[in-house]
Nanobody
Framework: QMRLVESGGGSVQSGGSLRLSCAAS????????MGWFRQAPGKEREGVAA???????LYGASVKGRFTVSRDTAKNTLYLQMNSLKPEDTAMYYC??????????????????WGQGTQVTVSS
């Protein structure tokens, strides 16, 4: 069973940066989507970014231009560089991997594997 473990969350002031990592316990093919999602209390889980291969990348509208997703296939690791953080970025951030056929990469219901989440808190 594939396990995903996120790290790198924490507390930061508005305008600051954080880098999240997601380590997979096994090999995930380049042609499988991996993504980042977030969920704030009382809100639905939101697609933040997703990547397949090295240059097939999607971002949610609220993070485009501020966040950068990347993956290191050799290390089975997914990253999310978050810059210019805002209080509204505060949420639990989850890593996900491998979508079912036909699923949209920024829709959470299409993913087979999930991490336990890492908390990001941005103060004003």
């Amino acid at each position: 069973q594939m396990r995903l473990v996120e790290s790198g969350g924490g507390s930061v002031q508005s305008g600051g940066s954080l880098r999240l990592s997601c380590a997979a316990s096994g090999y995930i093919s380049n042609n499988s989507w991996m993504g980042w999602f977030r969920q704030a209390p009382g809100k639905e889980r939101e697609g933040v970014a997703a990547v397949r291969f090295f240059n097939d990348i999607l971002y949610g509208a609220s993070v485009k231009g501020r966040f950068t997703v990347s993956r290191d296939t050799a290390k089975n690791t997914l990253y999310l560089q978050m810059n210019s953080l805002k209080p509204e970025d505060t949420a639990m951030y989850y890593c996900a991997a491998v979508t079912t056929k036909g699923a949209q990469p920024l829709t959470w219901s299409g993913y087979s594997y999930w991490g336990q989440g890492t908390q990001v808190t941005v103060s004003s």
